[in-house]
């Protein structure tokens, strides 16, 4: 007979609760306790086979996060609060990084399929196909995967016209968008709303595509073609707040001066922003209220109820700082 939980305390002399405090993690037991439960479990090859319970039970109380660029800090702002919401509401959470690879997110979401995670949150995600005959319980952040899948996303276009409207209104004549990957459905609404706003006011702007979100090898090796390029502008919109940081960084080496020279601001309000100098103008989407709100929706669908929006939109709002000459030096 295969031993069991009961084995395991009878033998160690500890209660059935200890040793289940034990496997979950879930409460105190003594390190000298803990250290007797472990050697008789390896003794007697005995493991809790928490997949075996996930089957039993239909449920791993475990959700899975998909994260497109974990280098981004808005993400690790994301994670956070997405992380304590979840751990709150009594499950574990296994973070996956795709790096905006199809290829790699297809991997991670085989393994969360295989660890039968109760639920998954989606973000920026390249995988329409592999989602669509998937009977877990989904929400997405930014990218749209199915239309049965709800979405939360920031209001992205009305960010854009804010950018514009905010450059417009400090006096840049010669404006420039640096728009995000294509593959953003979140950066291509943010390009769009720059491009109307800036029709409505009979301006012209300039739009110049980035392949990719932040990379490490970028702030080692700036790529001097780019920065050359655009300090011929005297506003830039970037697509997020890292990769304005990173392109301030590399045209202040160029000699160029943020915001006598050039008036530049980005989009997220991450940590990053004030962590520079100059701080950074940005449009602000909220990584507690992304959080909360697809946790919020998460929840409801394991719980089976449906008064859940299938398309959620996050507000934005400016902030104005020192990169386009406004905002108080310590605030914000
Ligand atoms: O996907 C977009 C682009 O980058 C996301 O919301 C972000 O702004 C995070 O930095």
Redesign the pocket.
């Known amino acids: 007979m295969s031993t069991n939980i009961r084995d395991i305390a009878k033998n160690v002399g500890v209660s059935v609760a200890t040793v289940s405090r034990y496997l979950n993690d879930s409460g105190y037991v003594s390190y000298e306790t803990a250290q007797r439960i472990k050697k008789e479990i390896e003794r007697t090859g005995y493991t809790s086979n928490m997949h075996a319970q996930a089957i039993f039970k239909k449920q791993s109380k475990t959700l899975g996060l998909m994260i497109?660029n974990i280098l981004?800090p808005?993400?690790n702002e994301v994670i956070t609060y997405v992380e304590d919401r979840v751990v709150k509401a009594g499950y574990s959470l296994l973070l996956c990084n795709t790096s905006d690879d199809k290829g790699k997110e297809k991997m991670h979401l085989d393994m969360l399929k295989r660890f039968r995670v109760d639920g998954i949150i989606a973000s920026?995600s390249l995988c329409r196909e592999e989602y669509k005959s998937l009977q877990i319980p989904i929400v997405s952040f930014?990218n749209n995967i199915r239309d049965d899948v709800p979405i939360v996303t920031?209001d992205n276009y009305e960010g854009g016209r804010l950018a514009f409207e905010h450059l417009n209104s400090v006096g840049c004549k010669k404006l420039l968008h640096i728009e995000?990957p294509k593959t953003?459905d979140?950066?291509v609404a943010r390009a769009k709303g720059f491009v109307s706003a800036a029709h409505d006011y009979g301006c012209n702007v300039d739009v110049l595509n980035f392949n990719t979100?932040f990379r490490y090898d970028m702030a080692i090796d700036s790529d001097k073609e780019l920065l050359k390029k655009i300090t011929k502008y005297d506003g830039i919109f970037v697509?997020?707040?890292?990769s304005c940081a990173n392109i301030m960084n590399g045209i202040m080496t160029y000699g160029v001066r943020i915001p006598d020279d050039i008036k530049i601001m980005g989009?997220?309000n991450?940590m990053i922003s004030t962590m520079v100098k100059p701080h950074i103008t940005t449009i602000a989407?909220s990584a507690q209220k992304i959080a909360d709100k697809t946790v919020d929706i998460l929840l409801d669908i394991i719980a089976k109820k449906t008064d859940y929006e299938l398309v959620n939109y996050i507000d934005v709002k400016l902030v104005a700082r020192e990169s386009t000459g406004l905002g108080n030096k310590n605030m914000n």
């Open positions: 497109p981004n808005f993400f920026r930014e920031a995000g953003f979140a950066t979100d697509f997020n707040d890292i989009f997220d991450a989407q």
